[in-house]
């Protein structure tokens, strides 16, 4: 079996499903069948209090609720705010004067809440902290005229909204070949800072190639890769070397989840392949599979694992084996607008956050 990445999106025309004796009379599996399971996978706490931040202003001041850009990167997740009363819209500017509108967990730029305001429109921010923490991390070092070079992915709404706060100190660095493309106007006043998402790897390797450019680049206060999208990683590395194929369950534009993809190939997995739902896996994958890697993007509800574990175990792959390689326990208050108003309101459940149950 050959290393394979690819994105899949949503079937739009019913294929007739391979039955298990079929695949099997394909390719039969020497060994037993079994699935590893990473955890942690998965929901992370910033994702957590998004969705229910969203969900919260949908009950309290009932829908139509805006919320500019996805909520959080999950095809699942935002189609079902979406039959709830959610909004989604590209810019402010397409929110009704005075509306309500929640700005998602990967952050705006200061233009974006500028238009916001001179709309008139309510606002509720759910970025998510640890993205808060890079942009303060931005506004700092340009204010002392730093040259920050922003390690991520030109386009993502994460990386503009983190440009957005100093853009004339702000250069973008896509990944190590665009490193000899840099110029600074100080190399000993030049710092690096990350998009929370990437791969921990390929940061670092970017690092490398800057610090050799430029020997007193400095490191940021405090790791800007996030804690969830590090686990996850350290979860399948773990896994991948042990897999024939690995499922990574999480959407096309859901970064930490391709990243997923990709470092399973690169730790040894023979294949990897990412889906949004359970029907999108091909059962042509199992051919010659005896172990099967599973995990999932940090903005991926578990019903969607779950979902994938029932088909697998269809396919003879009920015995599943959970590889813990952290336990996660943070979790962060609710956006300080909806929590002051769920007080006021008497709806203190969860107006301090909460860890959402896996169902």
């Given at each position: ?11 739009t025309?019913?294929r007739r499903?391979r ?9 039969p599996v ?17 994702v ?18 805006y ?26 500017d ?9 700005f ?5 730029s200061p ?7 001179q ?23 340009a ?14 709404e994460?990386?503009e909204?983190?440009a957005?706060e ?9 990944g ?6 840099v110029?600074?106007?100080d ?9 929370t ?15 050799e ?8 206060p405090s790791?800007?890769?996030c ?8 979860a399948?590395?773990?896994?991948s ?21 990709e470092?399973?190939?690169e ?5 990897s ?20 890697g ?13 979902d ?26 609710l956006?300080k ?23």
């Amino acid at each position: 079996m050959t290393s394979t990445a690819v994105s899949l999106s949503m079937p739009t025309v019913p294929r007739r499903r391979r039955s298990p004796e079929e695949v099997a009379a394909a390719a039969p599996v020497t060994g037993a069948k079994k699935v590893l399971l990473a955890a942690p996978r998965g929901y992370c706490a910033g994702v957590d209090r998004a969705v229910i931040a969203v969900e919260k202003a949908l009950e309290h001041y009932g829908p139509p609720v805006y919320v500019r850009k996805q909520i959080v990167h999950n095809v699942h997740v935002v189609s079902s705010l979406e039959e709830k009363g959610a909004v989604f819209v590209d810019e402010t500017d397409e929110v009704p004067e005075g509306a309500l509108v929640i700005f998602s967990a990967h952050g705006v730029s200061p233009a974006v809440v500028e238009s916001a305001g001179q709309r008139g429109l309510r606002t509720i921010d759910a970025t998510c902290p640890l993205v808060t923490k890079v942009h303060k991390e931005a506004v700092r070092f340009a204010k002392d005229d730093f040259d920050i070079l922003l390690i991520g992915h030109d386009g993502h709404e994460e990386v503009e909204g983190t440009a957005g706060e100093a853009p004339d100190h702000i250069q973008i660095i896509n990944g190590p070949h665009e490193v000899d493309k840099v110029t600074v106007r100080d190399p000993e006043k030049v710092i690096w800072l990350s998009q929370t998402t990437l791969s921990v790897d390929e940061t670092m390797e970017t690092v490398r190639l800057l610090k050799e450019r430029f020997p007193t680049l400095q490191d940021p206060p405090s790791d800007d890769i996030c804690y969830a999208t590090t686990n996850r990683q350290v979860a399948i590395k773990k896994i991948s070397p042990q897999a024939d194929l690995v499922i990574v369950v999480g959407s096309a534009n859901s970064s930490n989840s391709v990243r997923l993809v990709e470092v399973a190939l690169e730790y040894g997995a023979k294949a990897s392949y990412r889906v949004d739902f359970a029907n999108q896996v091909d059962e042509a994958w199992f051919e010659g599979v005896a172990t099967v890697g599973v995990t999932s993007g940090a903005s991926v509800p578990e019903v969607l694992v779950q979902d994938v574990l029932r088909l697998l175990a269809e396919y003879g792959y009920g015995s599943v084996e959970e590889v813990v390689t952290a336990e996660e326990d943070l979790l962060f208050s609710l956006p300080k607008e909806l929590r002051a108003t769920l007080k006021q309101a008497g709806d203190v459940s969860r107006a301090l956050g909460g860890r959402r149950p896996r169902d």
